[in-house]
């Protein structure tokens, strides 16, 4: 079943056993997974606290007050453009530098609380 959007956009449900099957684990595991960090993520944004969310693989998914922002791991980067990413490409588009984030930056300096939310 999927939901139209303005724009012929469409949105899917998510495929847990799929999720499960790369995964290497149970259906019930991602699905339980899944309703925490979600249930997390809304308790913190209710209260208004600011939260990362760590898309292990990806980069961070921020969330500060209103403002939500992606922050993309430079090797995600290179792996979908096929190409070096630092090197001279943040010179060229400064916006870029705003985009990336280094594994090796402490997730906890990105936002102002600290709270930070880890995806499986």
Known sequence: LSCGFPGNKELEPLKY????TDASVSRRKVEGCILGITSL????LGK???A???LRD???L???GRRVHMKFYPDFLEKITGKRI????ALKVPQ???MVVSRAVPIASLTFTGRVIIFP
């Not at 056993?17 to 499960?20: C, H, N, R």
């Not at 993520?41 to 913190?44: D, M, N, T, V």
């Open 17 to 20: 056993a799929k999720v499960a």
């Open 41 to 44: 993520l809304s308790h913190c």
């Open 48 to 50: 208004g606290e600011n």
């Open 52 to 54: 990362a969310l760590v």
């Open 58 to 60: 990806v980069g961070v």
């Open 62 to 64: 921020l969330f500060e």
């Open 86 to 89: 630092l090197e001279g490409a």
């Open 96 to 98: 870029l530098l705003d």
